[in-house]
DNA sequence: TAGCCGCGAGAACGTGCGTTCTCTAGGATA
DNA sequence: TATCCTAGAGAACGCACGTTCTCGCGGCTA
């Protein structure tokens, strides 16, 4: 097996076990038995579990956002439109198999006091969703995106949060909710 | 030293400890010897330490619940304040020493996958919270209460998160603007 | 005073896990 | 064909930690 298929099976692996059941409850034989791969090449590959979490987030931080993206691209045509479908987005993140919260803040919470590479890797997701959401709110002509955008990230992150302890989905609905009159007031009417 | 008094001491230290670093990162030893106690009263008092960490957010989510409707009660009087103020008390938790986001979601990210005691814990700790903020929407006269108060729950979780992980405390000013605008659309007119 | 009880201190035990080491087999090369 | 390199399988190591056990001391009771 190459070097990059055994790479890519590992993140693979490490993105299911680690999202499911948190970063500490997989060892190292498990994520190794789960990728089919040598021990010997996983600490060739990450010489060391620090090294393959922080991958796995940096995987799923693009991952993450080019699928919000994507969605959102298509399936709403105008700038308003655009941000709702965020949240349709998250509606069906929220309903699907093994949706279990942010990998990001659940990682924070696991190692953000104990591993600074965590807590970057964590930060930048985060600063990276609100900037998508004030270019949304730029689009949109608001007054103040940076505030519009911010407020929309507040709304993604109580959605899910809520989605997952209180293992209600329907937050997304409360959320685009939400978001829609936040709209109206910080948009130009009519926009 | 009598029993009761070893309980607090050791919820204290586990306050503290598992707080600032996390509950698989705080071993018993270490708690033993912060709250000043014998390792057998330790296990008289928390047989095994997954008791111990429940007690831990069952008092925690007693006291910050308590704090914030203490807070609220003495810094607004009408309906519409008690809304805002709110997110004021989250704009001095933010900025405090020591701050890390909420412990619930953090406890579930760490180990709501592995123990339905942490589990339960967080969505009790989520739920209470929100029927908190119905209890607010519904004093203010909203039109569905339960929608409102589920906006503001979402907004509050929003705002520890982006405080936590982009150690940005001014999401609670985000958080306060967004909620007024809620307000604004949400209730009678004047209310 | 003699015996008993409960406590604190800390050693000890078992286990899980991150990481490294050993051994064996197979394929490429001269 | 002989040799060397690499890979895989899995044993081994070291450590941390949850939990239990041992020991010795001090205070109570008869």
Redesign the pocket.
Known sequence: ?HHDEARTRLLDAADRLFYERGV??V???ELRAAAGV????L?QCF????ELVEAYLRRRDERWRAALAEYVAAHAATPADRVLAVFDWLAEWFAGPGFRGCAFVNAYGELGAVSDGVAAAAHDHKYAVRGYTTGLAAALGAAEPEVLGGQLALLIDGAITTAALNGDPTAAHLARDAAAALLATATPAGS
């Open positions: 097996m500490q409850a060892g190292m034989d040598s021990l010997k090449r600490y010489p060391a579990k620090r």
